[in-house]
């Protein structure tokens, strides 16, 4: 497997799943201001041309959430995601797809001080019910799905995490605890060396 990001990227989060699995593979750093040359090749991989990608056996995946599932079912003796077939993967698919498709929109327009101009017809709503989504997605301990850590945490967690660095969002006390709990992950601690130099972490 080949994994393209950069360590200030959301690639962080498939980094650090990558890790979590202990998954051989390949690391290519992708750098957007020096790699000019390279970035039409990178664009035939991903016409996006974001980060991250993971290209397996030529088969290409992209989205932080997808891979994250992606590299969770290929390495089910991990246990990193519910057994397919399980009631679990109800819950499981709901917080790998509400981090990209609903959160991330929102808190991105509110960062840029702009707002939808018919919150009702958006995939997201409003802020207020963003971060009461937010609010009750958030286990009040232990991790999304109860007491097994999975790939619903790297892709939930991981963004809520991304959100608190560079303040995207003002956590309540049981966000920032669970984000905490992440933080204190060998994996995660691993792959955010960057983020947790700039939140002045140890």
């Known amino acids: 497997m080949k994994h393209y990001f950069n360590p200030m990227s959301r690639g962080v989060t498939t980094d650090w799943m990558l ?14 201001t020096s790699d000019e040359n390279n970035l039409p090749d ?6 996006m041309g974001k980060l991250p990608v993971l290209v397996d056996n030529g088969i290409v995946v992209t989205e932080v959430a997808a891979i994250c599932a992606y590299l969770a079912d290929k390495f089910p003796e991990k246990g990193l995601a519910p057994a397919i077939g399980s009631i679990d993967r109800a819950a499981y698919y709901r917080y790998l797809f509400i981090a990209g498709n609903t959160i991330e929109p929102a808190f991105s327009l509110a960062t840029s001080g702009l707002e939808h101009p018919d919150p009702r017809s958006a995939g997201w709503g409003d802020m207020p019910r963003v971060l009461a989504t937010v609010e009750a997605l958030t286990p009040e301990t232990g991790w999304a799905l109860g007491e097994k850590f999975t790939a619903a945490d790297v892709v939930f967690g991981g963004l809520l995490d991304f959100s608190m660095i560079f303040n995207w969002i003002d956590a309540s006390p049981k966000v920032a605890a669970y984000v905490a709990r992440i933080r204190q992950r060998p994996a995660y601690r691993e792959t955010h060396g960057a983020f947790i130099e700039m939140i002045g972490e140890k």
């Open 19 to 32: 890790k979590e699995l202990d998954a051989p593979h390949e690391q290519i750093i992708v750098d957007f």
């Open 42 to 47: 990178f664009r035939k991989i991903n016409p």
